[in-house]
């Protein structure tokens, strides 16, 4: 059974500074590629980062500078540090595990991260 347990959201004052975690089983964490993506109230769910099993990163542009995911392979987690919150930032923060060239993917249940003074 393939769990996506997030952890680390929460309120947080505009500037100020996240970590996210996301604890992975049931998958081989090392072949995946891993992601954090948010969906804000009335809108889609978008990417914020992706992170392939070679380590390659990419970043929505919303994020840029402010944001750095990484992986541990040894401790099947995936982190996204956020810097510098801002309002827009509140939102559901699901991780995602995809095995690439499959159709394997899953998701995390979300943690909610709300900036707001």
């Known amino acids: 059974q393939v769990q996506l347990v997030e952890s680390g959201g929460g309120l947080v004052q505009p500037g100020g500074s996240l970590r996210l975690s996301c604890a992975a089983s049931?998958?081989?964490?090392?072949?995946?590629?891993m992601g954090w993506y948010r969906q804000a109230p009335g809108k889609q769910r978008d990417p914020v980062a992706t992170?392939?099993?070679?380590?390659?990163?990419n970043y929505a542009d919303s994020v840029k500078g402010r944001a750095t995911i990484a992986r541990d392979n040894a401790k099947n987690t995936v982190y996204l540090q956020m810097n510098s919150l801002k309002p827009e930032d509140t939102a559901v923060y699901y991780c995602?595990?995809?095995?690439?060239?499959?159709?394997?993917?899953?998701w995390g249940q979300g943690t909610q991260v709300t900036v707001s003074s």
């Open positions: 049931g998958i081989i964490f090392s072949s995946y590629t």
């Open positions: 995602y595990a995809g095995l690439p060239g499959t159709p394997l993917d899953y």
């Open positions: 992170i392939r099993a070679g380590g390659r990163t």
